[in-house]
C-alpha cells in the first residue's frame, strides 16, 4: 500500500508555471507506476500525464504535450508535474496517483493522494 501527498498547487496567472510535487509513502514506491489526473469544477477526471516505474516511457495527454513534465525521483519517492504555459482552463484540482502500469482510466489507478488545487487567472 501506498499514501500519496500532493503540493505545489496554488494560484498563478496565465502564462505562468507551477511545479506539483506528490510524497508517496512507503518501501514500494519505485514498483509503482505514477499519474497525474486534474478535475474541474462539473467535470469528470480527466488522465493528464504517467510515467512508469523507472521513469521512462512517460505519457501525455495530447493537451498537455509541449507543455506539462512529468517526472519522478524514486530516491525522494517523489513525482513531479511541472506545468508551463498555463491556461485558465487548466484551472482544476490536481491528483497524483499509483498503480501498476499508466493508464488514462481512473479505475486503473487503486491509490489516490487527495488533491491540490490549481487556479490560473486570466
Known amino acids: 500500500q501506498v499514501q500519496l501527498v500532493e503540493s505545489g498547487g496554488g494560484l498563478v496567472q496565465a502564462g505562468g508555471s507551477l511545479r506539483l510535487s506528490c510524497a508517496a509513502s512507503?518501501?514500494?514506491?519505485?514498483?509503482?507506476?505514477m499519474g497525474w489526473f486534474r478535475q474541474a469544477p462539473g467535470k469528470e477526471r480527466e488522465f493528464v500525464a504517467g510515467?512508469?516505474?523507472?521513469?521512462?516511457?512517460?505519457y501525455y495527454v495530447d493537451s498537455m504535450k509541449g507543455r506539462f513534465t512529468i517526472s519522478r525521483d524514486n530516491a525522494k519517492n517523489t513525482v513531479y508535474l511541472q506545468m508551463n504555459s498555463l491556461k485558465p482552463e487548466d484551472t482544476a484540482v490536481y491528483y497524483c496517483?499509483?498503480?501498476?502500469?499508466?493508464?488514462?482510466?481512473?479505475?486503473?489507478?487503486?491509490?489516490w493522494g487527495q488533491g491540490t488545487q490549481v487556479t490560473v487567472s486570466s
Open positions: 496517483a499509483a498503480g501498476g502500469a499508466v493508464v488514462t482510466v481512473t479505475w486503473g489507478w487503486p491509490y
Open positions: 510515467i512508469n516505474w523507472s521513469g521512462g516511457s512517460p
Open positions: 512507503g518501501r514500494t514506491f519505485s514498483s509503482y507506476a
